[in-house]
């Protein structure tokens, strides 16, 4: 019996989030399901592939080993499907720039792919802040950015969002705030907080505490996520950050859980960015038209820009 997709996905999901809970949410389907696809999964594999503990769901050796095929067996199929109508001759450099936030969380994979995809484009790559990078870009000493669109506002910026993370509370297992049926910002608000501060973190999270009675009750402030991961793991405070950034293990082996805000948080927004009215080069348009099908965006291939978001 030949095992799906499907199941591989929801088996990634799960060993990646530690609970059929996240995976669900992850995957926008029901727990059961989650629950069916593994054990089926386990069944045509013949062997278990997770250890069921009160903390969640641990992946057993085979359980790892196959993790490991699993990501190389959905990549293929991901650029199979999405990336295989861009014309791989195209040849020439691309200077990028980034945030440290999509260095560390987002680009690597893609940038691996796109060495594969496109052997004689060359990626010059430098790791920005925001205000260095919005500069680079108005001078043409970058071609092009991958950032946080959500901290743009600049009118001579084009940009182009591919994706959304939503922002959740993290705490540690077995935290009293769990038990809640609804969490708010005015209960994080009496807990000590772990404040990040890279990438704009923590000007983006008061804009949103702003609109509220609460702020909150800052403990540390860190430009180290895996030091806001540790803090939290370690019952030192709770968080609130994005999905990209979320691993369910401290480095120290403690769990991390993550509980959805009742209020409405903005999610961050991971996006190109380029000077507006530039005429894009054929490795520009390469390196765009990569991520709008790889994000399934619409007008891939095109090469007209589109207004601001």
Do not use: C
Not at 73 to 89: C, G, P, R, W
Not at 94 to 122: C, D, N, Q, W
Not at 179 to 201: F, N, Q, R, S, W
């Amino acid at each position: 019996m030949a095992f799906s997709i499907r199941q591989l996905r929801y088996f990634v999901s799960t060993a990646e989030y530690g609970q059929v809970s996240q995976a669900a949410i992850n995957q926008n389907i029901s727990q059961s399901a989650i629950t069916a696809a593994i054990k089926d999964l386990e069944q045509i594999v013949g062997v278990p592939l997770f250890n069921r503990t009160a903390q969640g769901m641990e992946l057993t050796a085979p359980g790892r080993q196959l993790l490991s095929h699993a990501y190389e067996i959905l990549a293929k199929i991901d650029e199979a499907m999405h990336l295989n109508l861009i014309n791989s001759d195209v040849e020439g450099e691309i200077v990028v720039a980034a945030t440290y936030t999509v260095i560390g969380y987002f680009l690597p994979v893609h940038i691996e792919r796109m060495s594969r995809l496109f052997p004689k484009i060359r990626v010059q790559l430098y790791e920005m802040n925001r205000d260095a990078i919005e500069e680079g870009l108005l001078t043409n000493r970058y071609d092009m950015s991958v950032l946080l669109t959500s901290n743009i506002a600049n009118p001579l910026l084009t940009t182009e969002t591919l994706l959304s993370s939503v922002r959740r509370l993290w705490v540690p297992a077995q935290h009293h705030l769990l038990k809640h049926k609804t969490v708010g910002l005015k209960d994080v608000a009496a807990e000590p907080y772990i404040m990040l501060t890279v990438d704009e973190a923590a000007q983006s999270a008061l804009k949103y505490w702003s609109q509220t009675p609460w702020q909150p009750n800052v403990f540390l402030r860190t430009s180290s996520v895996e030091a806001v991961r540790s803090m939290v793991a370690n019952n030192q405070g709770v968080a609130i950050l994005s999905d990209m950034v979320h691993r369910p293990w401290s480095l120290e082996g403690r769990r991390i859980e993550t509980i959805n805000i009742q209020e409405s948080v903005p999610a961050m927004d991971i996006g190109l960015a380029w000077r507006a009215g530039l005429t894009l080069t054929p490795p520009m348009l390469a390196f765009r038209s990569y991520f709008q099908q790889a994000f399934g965006l619409p007008g891939s291939g095109t090469g007209a820009p589109r207004p601001s978001l």
